[in-house]
């Protein structure tokens, strides 16, 4: 009788101890479900939900838009660099949506002082005072330019338009370009071609630019 007991006793033991165990791997379970839903839900534990921060850079690939023909003996007139030497030239790969992302003119602007004193020296300016001249990016970086020789000329300030008065129309065009309203390739080569008429065809941006009010593409001096 006594053995029988014993048997009954292990018995509802080992069910109980089955039972527990049981018990304790789903009390585990839910456990590690709750803590990825939470863990989901603050962005710590899964990446799925996180978008990758935008990296944006411009093609170190060059495409001219136009050969230069010389590098001395440079003039610039009535606002317009010389075709000759300044033809333009831009980032072959370069995308509107790296263009139109925030931060991208900045990631991409690169021209040296020596860069800056071969362009002075191709245009044969031998002096200059602060405020005269701006190493203009022909196609502006905005508008998807690179650095190239062949895309810097120095532009005066006056008389006008002048370096002010192009900011604005490559601001204009960087909105007519980032709206869907224009392709970079017209973009670049409204810009190329004559800047000029752009600016006489748009009102609001010219009297900003008048009254200083639009942010210039780069300060003299800058890199």
Excluded at 22 to 35: D, E, M, S, V
Excluded at 94 to 120: E, F, H, L, P, W
Excluded at 121 to 136: F, K, L, N, P, T
């Amino acid at each position: 009788m006594s053995k029988i007991m014993t048997k009954k006793t292990s018995s509802k033991t080992s069910q109980n101890t089955t039972l527990g165990r049981r018990l304790f791997g789903l009390f585990i379970a839910i456990l590690i479900a709750i803590y990825g839903l939470t863990t989901t839900n603050n962005g710590t534990g899964s990446t799925t939900n996180t978008p990758a921060p935008a990296t944006v850079s411009g093609s170190s690939e060059t495409a001219h838009i136009g050969k230069p023909s010389k590098t001395s003996g440079c003039v610039a007139a009535a606002g317009l660099q010389d075709k000759a030497c300044t033809p333009g030239a831009v980032f072959s790969d370069v995308t509107v949506s790296q263009i139109c992302t925030s931060g991208y003119s900045a990631s991409v602007r690169n021209v040296s002082t020596a860069d800056k004193d071969k362009v002075y020296a191709a245009y044969g300016i031998r002096s200059h005072v602060a405020g005269q001249y701006e190493v203009d990016h022909l196609i502006s970086l905005q508008l998807g330019g690179s650095n190239d020789l062949a895309n810097l000329w120095p532009e005066i300030a006056d008389p006008r338009p002048g370096f002010h008065e192009k900011d604005a129309v490559e601001n204009y065009l960087h909105s007519q370009l980032c709206s869907g309203k224009m392709t970079l390739k017209q973009v670049q080569e409204q810009i190329s071609t004559d800047w000029r008429k752009v600016y006489q065809r748009m009102p609001v941006a010219r009297a900003e630019s008048l009254t200083g009010d639009v942010e210039q593409e780069c300060a003299e001096g800058c890199p």
